[in-house]
């Protein structure tokens, strides 16, 4: 009998979802038991309705495993469930597998703004988890909703976090080159991206202007207190399969040099709590000192994905510097960060080690 936390994956067939099929095999906490997915592929194996898009092969325990309706009653079995919907079914189904006592780790942006679901970037905030218990409190169920972030906030929140630390980060501008995996399949025509750059994603700078200041707030015990920061964010999509690309200039409230804030970058540590968990990357950023990195092609798959990328810290002429992150976006940005998420779920609630 396997010890592990039985686990569901909803909207398993998806980009994210397939992440999270390919990610979770052979987890050391945690085992797939159920998959669910729209009604198209319902009653349906894995392998008959996943047009798998991944490199690695489709895992051999998921190929004849039946997909199941994306309801909390035909989840029997699961304690945790890694959301991958998309943000409108998220918005209906989730709290009910929370009414249900599972909890949910989302990657839908639907709750992200509730003032009692974390977006948690264990990097950053993994205190913020406590905040689960005040969600329980007041909603009156025994399970709970936690989110990650926007896969592109998560690439500069990392960074802009350890920076604001030590030297307090007051306002940053930040552009992004977004991957086409990041609009799920089939996502964006070919013949509307290539030899061609989209300036314009629904609703992406709203969540990146909104989110970083709720990940760097402060928990008080009650509630998430926000972070004082301003952002303007300008998002692309571009011809480019994996990783998102951010260019972002920002200011710091301390009087600092080039070399402190490199250095900071270097000398970064993930928080003691999370040193342990499976998918924790033994280096959570990664400083490039070549004056052309970080590129995608080159850095996205760099501790499997799960590194925060950055390169060209340099002066800023407007504000006080400006840098360059990669991070890979159906992993570090959406199944891989649930999953660190949910891992850290476990430690604490399920006193997994
Ligand atoms: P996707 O490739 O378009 O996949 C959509 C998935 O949702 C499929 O599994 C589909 O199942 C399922 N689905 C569609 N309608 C459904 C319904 N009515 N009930 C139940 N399941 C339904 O999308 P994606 O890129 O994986 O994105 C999934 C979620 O993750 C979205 O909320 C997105 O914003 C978020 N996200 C994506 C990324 C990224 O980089 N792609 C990063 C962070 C967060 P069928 O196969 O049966 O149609």
């Known amino acids: 009998m396997s010890n592990k936390i039985p686990v569901s994956v909803l909207a398993a067939t998806g980009s994210v979802g397939q992440r999270f099929i390919s990610l979770l095999d052979q987890h050391p906490w945690f085992e797939v038991v159920e998959i669910t997915a729209s009604d198209r592929s319902v009653g349906k194996t894995y392998e ?15 190929k004849k495993m039946e997909l199941l309706p994306t309801d909390a009653d035909a989840i029997k079995k699961s304690q945790i469930a890694f959301s991958a919907l998309p943000a409108e079914i998220a918005m209906i ?18 709750y992200r703004k509730d003032p009692l679901v974390p977006i948690l970037v264990p990097e950053v905030n993994p205190d913020h988890l406590q905040i689960l218990d005040v969600q329980q409190k007041t909603y009156q169920w025994p399970g709970a909703i936690m989110t990650n972030p ?20 007051t306002k940053a501008i930040v552009f992004s080159m977004q991957a086409l995996s990041g609009a799920g399949y089939p996502g964006v025509p070919g013949m509307d991206i290539l030899d061609n750059v989209i300036p314009f994603i629904s609703g992406e700078e709203e969540k990146l202007e909104y989110e970083p200041a709720k990940i760097m707030g402060n928990f008080d015990g009650e509630k998430i207190v926000q972070h004082p920061i301003v952002i303007s964010a300008h998002t692309n999509r571009v011809a480019v399969t994996d990783a998102h690309t951010i260019c972002l ?40 000192k070549e004056e052309n990195r970080p590129q995608p092609r080159w850095d996205r798959s760099l501790e499997k994905g799960m590194a925060t990328n950055v390169g060209r810290v340099r002066k800023d002429n407007i504000l006080d510097y400006r840098m360059v992150t990669v991070s890979h976006n159906t992993i570090r940005g959406a199944a891989g960060g649930s999953i660190l998420n949910g891992e850290l779920l476990a430690k604490i609630k399920f006193r997994m080690n």
């Open 150 to 169: 926007n896969c592109t906030t998560v690439g500069f929140v990392v960074p802009l976090n350890a920076i604001d630390k030590h030297f307090g980060v």
């Open 93 to 110: 189904v989730e709290p009910d597998f929370a009414r249900k006592g599972i909890y949910v780790s989302s990657n839908a942006s639907a």
């Open 249 to 288: 200039s920002f200011a710091v409230r301390e009087k600092v040099s080039e070399e402190q804030i490199i250095s900071t970058l270097e000398n970064f540590e993930f928080p003691e709590i999370c040193r342990s968990l499976p998918s924790c990357p033994k280096k959570g950023i990664i400083y490039h």
């Open 48 to 62: 008959e309705s996943c047009h798998w898009l991944l490199s690695d092969p489709m895992p051999e325990y998921v």
